[in-house]
């Protein structure tokens, strides 16, 4: 059975730091490509960054110089680790695989990330 598990998230203040952290289990976790997602009040899910197998990542620019996403393949983790935080980055958090839809049935419960000012 696919699962993940999002861990991480608190209210902190803009310039203020987080890491995520994401355990996943039922398949094959180091040959699949990991996606970390966020979904704001009111608007649609979407992808920020994300790390192949063989640790290339990539970012949004709405995050790229702020965020790191990394992988430990020995814990199936996925990591994200947040600086210099936003209030606009204000969401729920997610990890799943690279590309999946909202539909994607194997979502976990996300982590609330809240960034004041």
């Known amino acids: 059975q696919v699962q993940f598990v999002e861990s991480g998230g608190g209210l902190v203040q803009a310039g203020g730091s987080l890491r995520l952290s994401c355990v996943a289990s039922g398949f094959i976790f180091r040959v699949v490509t990991f996606g970390w997602y966020r979904q704001a009040p009111g608007k649609q899910r979407e992808m920020i960054a994300s790390?192949?197998?063989?640790?290339?990542?990539n970012s949004a620019d709405s995050v790229k110089g702020r965020f790191t996403i990394s992988r430990d393949n020995a814990k199936n983790t996925v990591y994200l680790q947040m600086n210099s935080l936003k209030p606009e980055d204000t969401a729920v958090y997610f990890c799943?695989?690279?590309?999946?839809?909202?539909?994607?049935?194997?979502w976990g419960q996300g982590t609330q990330v809240t960034v004041s000012t």
């Open positions: 799943a695989p690279k590309g999946v839809s909202a539909g994607y049935t194997s």
């Open positions: 790390i192949r197998s063989d640790g290339i990542t």
